[in-house]
């Protein structure tokens, strides 16, 4: 799949809107084709440098929106079609504030 995404390359530097082909899920993996995805506060601090990635380029957005478009074998959580909502914020589906949303 073809998508835009934010790149950064080097802190300090601006976000590049840039094309990217996609693979294909693999094990334990979905491919949303997203509605809308934005750079947050979060972003910014990994542009400046106080929030430092594993490595370079980072893609930013971690706040989105779409529709699951394939799964990767083992997956049972989500199915192609499903309307989801992408977070990096860890959650277990089970705790009270799981429960709660």
Request: aromatic letters at 4%; proline letters at 5%; a negative charge.
């Amino acid at each position: 799949m073809q998508t835009q995404a934010a790149v950064l390359w080097d802190y300090g530097r601006d976000w590049e809107i840039e094309e990217l082909t996609l693979d294909d899920p693999k094990e334990g993996e979905a491919l949303v084709r997203l509605a809308a995805s934005g750079l947050c506060h979060s972003d910014e601090h990994v542009r400046i440098g106080d929030l430092p990635m594993e490595a370079l380029p980072a893609i930013g957005g971690h706040e989105g929106a779409g529709v699951v478009e394939a799964v990767g074998p083992g997956v049972r959580s989500v199915a192609e079609g499903d309307h989801v909502v992408l977070a990096f914020i860890p959650a277990c589906g089970k705790c009270h504030w799981c429960a709660i949303g």
